[in-house]
């Protein structure tokens, strides 16, 4: 019987698929494909591989602080599946990740096998998905090193590529030649001329000892750096913290550039098992059109949509009408707060869209209109100078952290459930159609007792407005800021 860890990447800001995806809600945790998100589909299809001579464990997901509460979220909606979040200090790419899972699956002397995939990957065919996977830790378990190859069907210039040893006909399990970066349109046509070369699709099978031998011998500075983070760990619930002062001096690489480019042309067995499950990794607007269903004239809609005489293209919608006529070859994404139009031929382009958001300032590539917390969420409604309206919601049993604010005032309407205000030394029930006023410096706190969710609209009035003008007293979530 042999034990696999899955290992979740679930890093990563998934800026070409703006404005849908954003900082504070990455393209992971949306639902792009089917009717759950990716984060979820990468973790229901690993822990599916079971059988008779293979045993999983619960899963490690190596995200960040800011969505660990996102991944718990929807961790907590698959029932049947047990996890445990890594979470990162600051982003240092996939080989310290993947050095902290690795860490800690061995903790207590175990060597299982890892299976690695990112969290924003879609795969149509889970059956052939499943069956690659099985191949893969079979082989893995004997110390090699496997990496999941995609038979290319196109000159495709954004992935990286593996040239495999052994004849263009040999589509079986073989050894990896060379690691090659992403080409330009001639280099990758001559690619999928030779037959010679599959996409590389960061999808990794080896033990945790083997990862753990090969970045001694390539990269002994983050093997030593992150080993120190990972021995001053906490841990509370379900989340592991290495010690981010130790973490802060880890240097950052990805798993390719650190090991597998190495392996080649040393003394490790790396293979390459390829993968045709219909695997995309939906690295821009294009490509969720590729994946998505589309009609007669290839269009491939979401939400409220009319479209005449339009074709080939993805038009999404998310909070209201969107129509478009005459259109050919167009991306049209709709969000409460921002709307993109771009060609879809080049939409790997938008992430200068959000370069240039960066550069200015400005908010839209960080947070949605409607927010995420532990708790619940807010949607801000309208906002001028000296006022702000948002709709709040509060999760059955949740509550914010009892806070206060030096700038703003606040008057709350229940207009759904029930609310538990603590406002200065008074605690009192509110019930939908009640009110109350929160004066500026007050300490107070919003809770839901009820078994539905509460609902309320905020209008907050005063001199500052942004959301960093709270004082916390004490939080649910052991938050400080």
Known sequence: MTKIVPVILCGGSGTRLWPLSRAGFPKQFLVLSGTTSLFQQAVQRVNAIADSDIQVSPTLIVTNEEHRFLALDQLREMKSVAASLLLEPTGKNTAPALTLAALEATAKGDDP??????????IQDDAAFTSALQQSVRAASDGAIIILGITPDRPETGYGYIRRTGSAASFGESAVAQFAEKPDAATAQQYLDSGEYLWNSGMFVLRASTWLKALAQFRPDIAESARLSWSEKTSDAQFIRPNAAAFAKIPAD????????????????IRMIPLAAGWNDLGAWDAVWQVGKQDAQANVTYGDVIQTNSSNSLIYSSSRLVSTVGIDHLVVVETPDAVLVADRRQSQDVKAIVAQLTQQGRQE?????KVYRPWGWYDSIDEEERFKVKRIQV????????????HRAEHWVVVRGTAEVTCGDKVM?????????????????LANPGAIPLEIIEVQSGSYLGEDDIVRFEDTYGRTK
């Open 395 to 406: 999760k059955p049993g949740a509550s914010l952290s009892l806070q206060k604010h030096h």
């Open 365 to 369: 590539h960080t947070l949605h209109r």
């Open 254 to 269: 990805s798993i390719d550039y650190a090991v597998m480019e190495k392996c080649p042309r040393s003394a490790f067995d």
């Open 429 to 445: 029930l509110l019930t939908e159609n009640q009110s109350t006023y929160i004066p500026l410096g007050e300490v107070h706190r």
């Open 113 to 122: 096998v890892l299976v690695v995939t990112p969290a924003d990957q879609t």
